[in-house]
């Protein structure tokens, strides 16, 4: 007995140390909750004049967390699992914890701008506990390796982005939030479902583990394409794929700037790397990933853009246009090689940049002109030249043309996609090809509209011309600068990408 509870102790002991360890390397999730509980005690203490604090908590913890993330990176950091598998850490996670912590830090600085909503941002602590709480869940689906924790992690991410869209007043906004919530349910419980016959058919949630794997790979084909089919269902909802794109343009149109610019982002990307997660361990099944993911890409790049060309409001141009870029992102993802890792991880920081710099941008005339319909760009190229021209070159890296950085993005992904086609003979992917090129040309008629507008035609508003400096020109410029410094040296960050140890 005396041996049995030595072993039992020493057992707990290692326990114990596992989960102090484990702790150490979430430091960054700590962070996020130390901001969060900080600026809600903040509002609960102060109750008058208590915008300027919560504003300085809130960006000096993001700002603090982003240099930390920064100096701490390490390319080939050894992948880690934690908490008994729960959660594995490794670099490629952390280089997208980064991006996420840059694009809400903007966020917070496009709030501090804006006319229309800087008040309702800081005045209380209901948007920013929102915007912690949706970047914490971002932070967990990068690392979540059990779909137990993907499952909730996606939720934290869901609820978060469900509140941000209802904060505040207007019938248009409860409606874009109830639509949300409703679709958001709907494909919650369905991942819900089919994680739980994944679960049944492999006895585990642990998707790295090999009984999960043997057990996927033991499964009837039917029923593992049925449960895999409900979990993606789950997946494309946050990344706002087609065919699981509906809510996008309402939310978007309705959201503040602020809001928009972070759900464009944010959960996209951290569901392009839960779905790589997914890939990697039922890449051996009956499942076709290459087919159905080129089915989905193929169908987004089409709806996404062609939608686009149809708007008249710039937020909701920019919605479909999200889904679009999210099909790209998938034609790098169906390959499933280093090469598809590595270019879709350069396109989703180049959309990154580009989408910061374009809701930004966007945001400044909302400010100038009080609306973001097509019509009120008309003739601010002449009053806002600046400006303008910053939007303009934002617009033609959308598109994917040189000399900037939106170019490389598409050049490389095309070239990985061509040559997967090229080593497999795989029909799926030469379509890919096609239609991704094709809808190329397509995106140009769209993203060009609002510099047509801007130099083109004359609108009915009047504005001051705006001489001298402006902060928000120093802010645009500052987006807009690794656009073009990314297309003459994109192999400063193609090298960075080399390096990195993808695990997943």
């Known amino acids: 007995m005396v ?80 908490f008994v598998g729960l959660i594995t850490v490794s670099s490629g996670a952390n280089l997208f914890k980064i991006g996420f912590t840059l694009t809400a830090l903007f966020a917070l600085i496009m709030a501090a701008q804006s006319k229309k909503y800087a008040q309702q941002y800081f005045s209380s602590s209901e948007w920013l506990v929102s915007l912690f709480g949706l970047l914490l869940g971002a932070f967990l689906m990068t690392a979540s390796s059990n779909l137990l924790m993907i499952y909730v992690s996606i939720e934290v991410v869901s609820i978060s982005s469900y509140l941000l869209t209802g904060l505040g007043k207007g019938l248009k906004k409860s409606e874009a939030a109830l639509k949300y919530l409703l679709y958001g349910a709907a494909a919650s419980a369905v991942m819900l479902y089919g994680m739980s016959w994944l679960y049944g058919l492999t006895g585990s949630l642990d998707i790295n583990t090999d009984t999960f794997i043997v057990g996927m790979n033991a499964a009837q084909p039917f ?125 989703a920081f180049i959309y990154l940049i580009m989408n910061l710099a374009a809701f930004y941008l966007i945001q400044v005339f909302e400010n100038a002109t009080g609306s973001v319909n097509f019509d009120s760009f008309r003739g601010l190229g002449k009053t806002m030249p600046y400006t303008a021209i910053l939007l303009l070159v934002v617009m033609i890296s959308l598109t994917g043309l040189p000399p900037v950085a939106g170019f490389n993005a598409k050049l490389f992904l095309f070239s990985a996609v061509y040559e997967g ?17 094709l809808n190329t040309v397509v995106s140009l008629f769209y993203y060009i509209r609002i510099p047509y507008l801007l130099f083109f035609k004359t609108g009915d508003q009047i504005i001051t011309k705006q001489e001298g400096f402006r902060w928000h020109m120093a802010w645009g410029t500052f987006l807009v600068l690794p656009l073009f410094l990314l297309f003459f040296r994109s192999d400063w960050f193609v090298d960075l990408l080399n390096s990195i140890n993808f695990v997943f």
């Open 3 to 82: 041996g049995a509870a030595m072993q039992m102790a020493d057992g707990l002991k290692e326990q114990l140390q596992s989960l102090t360890e484990g702790v150490a390397f979430l430091w960054p999730e700590i962070t996020l909750v130390v901001g969060l509980l900080l600026v809600l005690l903040f509002d609960l203490i102060f109750q008058n004049k208590k915008e300027v604090g919560i504003a300085a908590i809130s960006i000096s913890v993001l700002s603090f967390l982003l240099v930390a993330q920064c100096l701490s990176f390490v390319p080939n950091l050894e992948a880690k699992d934690l």
């Open 223 to 347: 029923t593992l394409n049925i449960a895999i089919f409900m979990v993606l269902a789950g997946v494309l909802f946050k990344l706002g794929a087609f065919p699981l794109h509906i809510w996008s343009p309402d939310v978007y149109e309705s959201a503040p700037m602020p809001t928009v610019t972070v759900f464009s982002i944010v959960p996209k990307l951290a569901a392009v790397f839960v779905l790589f997660r997914l890939i990697s361990s039922t890449e051996t099944t009956d499942f076709n990933w290459q087919q159905w993911l080129g089915i989905l890409a193929i169908g987004g790049m089409t709806i996404g853009n062609f939608s686009a060309l149809w708007q008249r409001n710039a937020k909701r141009m920019l919605a479909y246009s999200s889904i679009a870029h999210a099909a790209f992102m998938l034609s790098g993802v169906l390959l499933f090689n280093r090469a598809g890792i590595e270019v879709t991880v350069f396109y």
């Open 421 to 437: 086609y090229v080593s497999t003979g795989d029909q799926i992917i030469l379509w890919v090809f096609i239609f991704g090129l």
